[in-house]
Nanobody, 116 residues
Framework: QVQLVESGGGLVQPGGSLRLTCAASGFAFSARPMYWYRQAPGKEREQVATISSESYFTTYADSVNGRFTISRDNPTTTLYLQMNSLKPEDTATYLC?????????WGQGTQVTVSS
């Protein structure tokens, strides 16, 4: 079955960096666009970044553009999110996501806390 397992979250000081990983399995990873979302307490889930199946196209939320980089490694079916210059407002649970047709799949999320 489809599995998306995030890791790499943690506590980091403002200005610091983290690299999130999403290990994917159970589907044709190299054929699907992939997404990172985040959700902070009391806020709506926000799309952070997207990447096309062959990494030709990426998009970013305005709030992270220039600080975050999404990437993927198709041979190892792994999705990444490099987060630099982190701010307290980046504190959230980060989730990877994919979909095709009417099927949607979410990971369980990894917590990122930016605090001094």
């Amino acid at each position: 079955q489809v599995q998306l397992v995030e890791s790499g979250g943690g506590l980091v000081q403002p200005g610091g960096s983290l690299r999130l990983t999403c290990a994917a399995s159970g589907f044709a990873f190299s054929a699907r666009p992939m997404y990172w979302y985040r959700q902070a307490p009391g806020k709506e889930r926000e799309q952070v970044a997207t990447i096309s199946s062959e990494s030709y196209f990426t998009t970013y939320a305005d709030s992270v553009n220039g600080r975050f980089t999404i990437s993927r490694d198709n041979p190892t079916t792994t999705l990444y999110l490099q987060m630099n210059s982190l701010k307290p407002e980046d504190t959230a649970t980060y989730l990877c996501y994919t979909q095709w047709g009417s099927n949607t799949y979410w990971g369980q999320g990894t917590q990122v806390t930016v605090s001094s």
